[in-house]
């Protein structure tokens, strides 16, 4: 793309698709949707959206299956300066008036749940269709900068979802919807999204990056018929970029053990969302090669690091981190008191980046705890080495208070799946008449191998203290996930109770 973009968001999108009309946009199976369809299809949706009264600053939460009207509907929104509100699958009915209770119009289509449309209650349903496409007008983006642009909603996985807001002026300045602003790294990437596999959400912020990526590199995003059957739908519909979980890394890496498939063709397969072990990085590096790539983010942040198979060549002690920062990004160590802490030591990870959360929606609270004079605060504990690599060490949130002493869930689970005989660990807390709360840990054998929870305890003891043994330790043979792909740790614990 050219090196300079004005306007707010969406309209960089807007021009790059008026540049390259007949450049395939979209392919999904046979069907292939090119830039120009696409812009049309934008302009009829902004036209029907604007029909039913929405304009700047009106709520509009679109539910739809990963389509390309899905996606047009969206930037049709956002073309009017309205706030978008993603709707993920997986919402329990709890959760849903959080997200859909306070919005204007509730776009969706033929797999919309009823419940959905019921916990609405303020708003229009407008449904992908003829009346909503009935007119079209000339796209141009209206929004202003300090207007909210859209809000993400987060799994909800301790109760309320919270929503991660941002405003015109944050999302205009994405990392990957912006001309070039990680440099060579940047290039280097969206050369490898020439075709794009897009599944799963158009409500994930992290797909929707990648998306923009793609699409305003001059590729394609593809979208599968049917569930992605990993390896094979790489293969199969010639990918050259995919998203994945490392639960489903996991999987992956399985099969590959038996199974013979051709990645050659493959140049990112970007794994992030959880921890993963340096044993099982190293064995993703040598199965995947040099397309494997981990990264670590957040909702409210966007990326933050990536470590490529070209650093981990360079300098195999990469493989205990997540990589170096990328170049818009500021990062510093803090202490419980929010001081940085001297080099070299250890502490809470806090980042400040141009296209940061701009507050929680409704959560003042939230806020202020979580942002500082534009920086935010992950509450991931970690540690930055002499080369830039960063270590994630645990998170503040992620604790267990047993005898009123505090130990950090992910310090442990690094200590658990660094034994041979484990290929994956989880530690959740749990009430405890005795202790407060006491640790229980998941274990994963790795292939041909049995953890021996003796040996394990004995290893936890060394590394970290008697207090630190999980007070139980169970083998599983698999994980259950979350909606968003990420490990539930609770259905771990409730399984064995």
Known sequence: MDDATHGVFPQVLLDAFRRDPGVAAFEHGSRVVTRAEVLELIGRFAAGLRAAGLGPGDGVAVATAVTPEGFAVQIA????????????????RAQLPYV???????VVDDTAAPELIAAATRAKVLRVGPELLRDHENPVAAGHPGDLAAVVFTS????APKGAAFDYAAVTAQWSWPSAPWGGQLRELSRAHRRFLLFGTLSSAV?????GLCLLSGGTAVIPEALPDFPAVLTRLRITAA??????????????????HDLSGLRMLLVAGSPLAPHRLAEAFERVGPAMHHAYGQTETGMLTVLTAGEVARWPDALGTVGRPGEQIGLELRDDTGNVVPDGTGGEIWVRTPHSVTRYWRDEAETAAVLSDG????????????????HLTGRTRDVIIVNAII???GAIEQVLASHPDVDQAYVVGA??????EAAHAFVVGAEGREPDAAALRTLVERELGAASVPATLTVVTTVPTLPSGKPDKRALLAAER
């Open 77 to 92: 929104a956002q073309t009017l300066g309205c706030r978008f509100v993603g709707v993920r699958p997986g919402l329990t």
């Open 100 to 106: 859909v209770g306070e919005v204007d119009a509730l």
């Open 156 to 159: 909800g996985s301790t109760g």
């Open 207 to 211: 797909m929707l990056e990648h998306l």
């Open 243 to 260: 998203l994945m979980t490392v639960p489903r890394l996991h999987q992956v890496l399985d099969l590959l053990r038996t199974e013979d």
């Open 375 to 390: 920086w935010v605060r992950t509450r991931d504990l970690g540690r930055v080495d002499e080369r830039g690599y960063v």
């Open 407 to 409: 130990h950090y869930a």
């Open 431 to 436: 009430p405890d008449e005795r202790t407060g």
